[in-house]
């Protein structure tokens, strides 16, 4: 069903692009700019005209900026803005897998699963792929992007047909294994550097990450150690359990599943490690540096390394002031504010590795606030993220935009919005009223 979606929005787009000028506009996180990446490439072979604007956010002040003589090609954005963009002149083709919220205008034509009962779930660089692939089987060779997008929007674990698919087309030999970054570099500096699980004893530590290897039995291969995606079945077991060993429960039961190592600058990568350097360079105000990674620029690449780094060391501050300063706290909820302390494409990265930590029990909403200028950037987690879980933060975030104005999106386990400053307390007051309200309805 999903092909015949694609095969029908392809032809559209073919006979409306004929002598058109094109406005690409993606989204700034892994998946977004994977996306935009993939769909520039497609663009190039049907040699048509287009710019490309990679955004935080679609907002009502953006949309007012798209060039009026310009088609407008939305990637990963855009379906829970059809009421804003039906208002415009141009013509409108989204290729998103978000919900979709407003009443789709005669101008839009969408690509997105939730069109269809019961689809198969896909990020927007795998709809973006399936689209490019359509155009031109040569767009085959996009694929590893599809897959970078894919795990960029913590899609991994879940291989659907559809999936299955793109992964044999990036010629993806999937591996289980320990979920450490990179995999394909020696393991003993892994190990030392894995930060996502932090591992106590091991992580920052080399004579712990050697003892650590020791005790699992793993040796060097003539003066190095193997990489994670070369170790035999055996030495990955007796890893893994001298890593887990080390490390709670619920961070063991998420420590092993599917690693993917795919061709890039014609060497094997880390899907996991590239998406974290495109997502790093989104996130400290450089995607056109992550794009053009994306593009093969060797360049480009030199200069993520470096700001992924920085990255880095942002995250490690953001959560050392997150911990050392006061917070908001309910009843399974936390508000966190870090005001102008944090930067606001940083803050919603931290709600999520809170989300994932030991630090909340399942089921906690955590809000994190951080300024930019004359807005507040909004993000809200689940602890656990419990897909059984009642609670749903997209439309907890819709209601409250709703009623002090702003805008907002996401899914039931992740949303975020961005409000006017001046509403930062009416905000964290309408917050409270509606999770304790929540509370004891229940």
Excluded: W
């Amino acid at each position: 069903m999903v092909k015949k979606l694609i095969k029908n929005f392809s032809e559209l787009f073919l006979q409306t692009t004929q002598n058109k000028k094109i406005h690409l506009v993606s989204h700034f996180d892994t998946d977004g700019i994977t996306s935009a990446a993939i769909l520039s490439k497609a663009l190039e072979k049907l040699e048509r005209q287009f710019s490309i604007k990679i955004l935080k956010q679609l907002t009502e002040e953006e949309i007012a900026l798209f060039p009026n003589d310009r088609l407008i090609l939305l990637a990963d954005l855009g379906s829970g803005s059809l009421d804003l963009l039906s208002k415009i002149p141009n013509k409108v083709f989204i290729i998103d897998h978000h919900e979709i919220t407003g009443t789709q205008g005669e101008n839009i034509n969408i690509l997105n699963p939730h069109l269809i009962k019961e689809s198969e779930e896909l990020c927007g660089a795998e709809l973006c792929y399936l689209f490019a692939k359509f155009l031109s089987e040569d767009n085959k060779k996009l694929a590893h992007l599809a897959i970078v997008g894919m795990v960029g929007d913590t899609m991994e674990k879940e291989i659907n047909k559809t999936r299955n698919e793109i992964i044999n087309d990036a010629d993806v030999k999937i591996k289980k294994g320990l979920l450490l970054y990179p995999s394909t570099r020696p393991i003993d500096r892994t190990l030392e550097y894995s930060s996502r699980p932090f591992i106590p004893g091991v992580t920052g530590n080399s004579k712990g990450t050697f003892d650590l290897l020791r005790e699992a039995g793993i040796e060097r291969t003539d003066k190095f150690y193997k990489s994670l995606i070369d170790l035999d079945e055996d030495e990955m077991k007796r890893l893994a359990t001298a890593v887990t060993l080390r490390l709670s429960a619920k961070e063991s039961s998420e420590l092993i599943g599917n690693l993917y190592p795919i061709k890039f600058f014609n060497k094997l990568e880390d899907a996991r490690e590239l998406s974290a350097i495109i997502n790093a360079c989104s996130r400290m105000d450089k995607p056109e540096i992550a794009l053009m990674l994306c593009l093969g620029n060797s360049n480009a690449r030199k200069k993520a390394e470096r700001i992924y780094l920085s990255y880095r060391q942002h995250i490690i501050s953001g959560l050392k002031y997150i911990d050392q300063n006061n917070k908001i706290q309910g009843r399974e909820y936390v508000i966190i504010n870090a005001k102008d302390q944090i930067k606001d494409t940083i803050i919603g990265t931290l709600a999520s590795i809170l989300s994932f930590s030991q630090i909340y029990k399942e089921g906690t909403i955590i809000i994190t606030m951080a300024y930019n200028n004359d807005k507040i950037k909004v993000s809200a987690r689940m602890a656990g993220r419990n897909p059984k879980s009642s609670r749903n933060l997209k439309e907890l975030m819709d209601s409250i935009t709703g009623s002090i104005g702003g805008e907002s999106g996401g899914h039931k386990d992740a949303a975020g919005c961005i409000i006017d400053k001046k509403d930062e307390e009416d905000f964290i007051k309408l917050v409270k009223s509606k999770l304790e309200y929540e509370l004891i309805k229940v």
